[in-house]
């Protein structure tokens, strides 16, 4: 099995720490490809930059070599449901799978993530999944850090007192630390928070395998079947000829 994680970011040692994280819990014989955006931002932190995130992702997809499933590396899931209509193969988000994963441990999840910038955008993406009802809150750090790469380290303390605080003030049941950058911190401190924790990165691998071993067809009626063949203008070769249907 070969998944691709795609980061829509151009954070290569973030794309490295999911991909780590990753491959640490596939199963014998899954293979996992990364890839990071070639230009953009280093992590997506709005509603703009998620939609130059969503037309990468479409972008790079069409570029990538023949994979089983791919993964929308970035926790608001940009172009996850473009890329779910234009190609063939399972496309799994980090946000999608981490929250329904969450929903099967508890009532209601908590995000916890390193930037206020953030909140809204993550926000949103909860209610776009249609899970809103199902989350507690929205925490965040405030201030600055000195590395994208290393925020978890440096911020473990302040990250942990707010997972703390959106179980014993808002209630939540399972915990995620949203944001790319904070792969892997989850399954590093879980014995030191009373609820369970759903690691972004392990949730969407094993899904993503779940998903692969059931065989999907793509759909050839309803909303996710593949648009008609339309011309196009300036895009990147590969993507105008999946769209143009010439791929």
């Known amino acids: ?28 014989g ?16 709005t509603r703009a930059e998620a939609q130059i995130g969503g ?10 070599p023949p994979v089983d499933a791919a993964i929308i590396a970035a926790f608001g899931d940009p172009g996850l449901l473009g890329a779910r209509e234009l190609f063939d193969s399972p496309v799994i988000g980090l946000a999608e799978a981490a929250m329904l994963s969450a929903c099967m441990l508890g009532r209601r999840f908590g995000l916890v993530t390193f930037a206020r910038a953030l909140v809204p955008w993550y926000e949103e993406t909860v ?9 507690a809150g929205v925490r965040a750090l405030e201030g600055r850090f000195s590395a994208l790469s290393s925020v978890q380290e440096e911020k ?27 792969s892997g911190l989850g399954p590093r401190v879980r014995e030191r928070l009373p609820v369970p924790v759903v690691d972004q990165v392990v949730a969407a691998v094993k899904l993503a395998e779940a998903l692969v071993a059931q065989q999907p067809r793509k759909a050839t009626a309803g909303t996710f079947r593949r648009p008609d063949p339309k011309p ?8 105008a000829a999946r769209i143009g249907h010439l791929d």
Do not use: K, W
């Open 1 to 28: 099995m070969r998944l691709l994680l795609l980061n829509p970011n151009t954070s290569r040692d973030v794309t490295e720490l999911m991909r780590a994280t990753g491959a640490a819990v596939a199963a014998p």
């Open 30 to 45: 899954t293979e996992i490809l990364a890839a990071t955006a070639p230009r953009g931002v280093p992590y997506i932190a």
């Open 127 to 135: 209610a776009g999944h249609g899970l809103a009802p199902r989350c």
């Open 232 to 239: 196009s203008t300036g895009l990147a070769p590969a993507l």
């Open 156 to 182: 473990e303390a302040q990250l942990i007192d707010l997972a703390h605080a959106i179980v014993e003030e808002d209630g939540a049941d399972v915990l995620i630390f949203a944001g790319a950058p904070l």
């Open 55 to 64: 037309a990468l992702v479409l972008e790079m997809l069409a570029e990538a």
